[in-house]
Nanobody, 122 residues
């Protein structure tokens, strides 16, 4: 069992930056790949980024590539999503999630956090 709690969301102007954190608990946390997803108003939840269990491999959605960076600190049981050059279209609820594999479909993920709101003003 893995419990996930996101933090770090907020309101930022376009061009600004935010770093989201996802604190994990559970004995087997380090065995999981961790992903970030987001759901914008009126849209389905979409994949943003994933990092494998060791932190040695990452993958990003095209819409955030070059602007977002996913990382993890297994000693602190925390995953991060650093976001720069934010755009109004990045406005969404951001979720972290855990899976045993290394995939992007949301159905692959076993555990989810409650989400944190990110709002980017124009």
């Amino acid at each position: 069992q893995v419990q996930l709690v996101e933090s770090g969301g907020g309101l930022v102007q376009a061009g600004g930056s935010l770093t989201l954190s996802c604190a994990a608990s559970g004995r087997t946390y380090t065995r999981y790949a961790m992903g970030w997803f987001r759901r914008a108003p009126g849209k389905e939840r979409e994949f943003v980024a994933i990092i494998n269990w060791s932190g040695g491999s990452t993958y990003y959605a095209d819409s955030v590539k070059g602007r977002f960076t996913i990382s993890r600190d297994n000693a602190k049981n925390t995953v991060y999503l650093q976001m720069i050059s934010l755009k109004p279209e990045d406005t969404a609820v951001y979720y972290c999630a855990a899976e045993r594999g290394y995939g992007t479909p949301r159905n692959d993920y076993d555990y989810w956090g409650q989400g944190t709101q990110v709002t980017v003003s124009a």
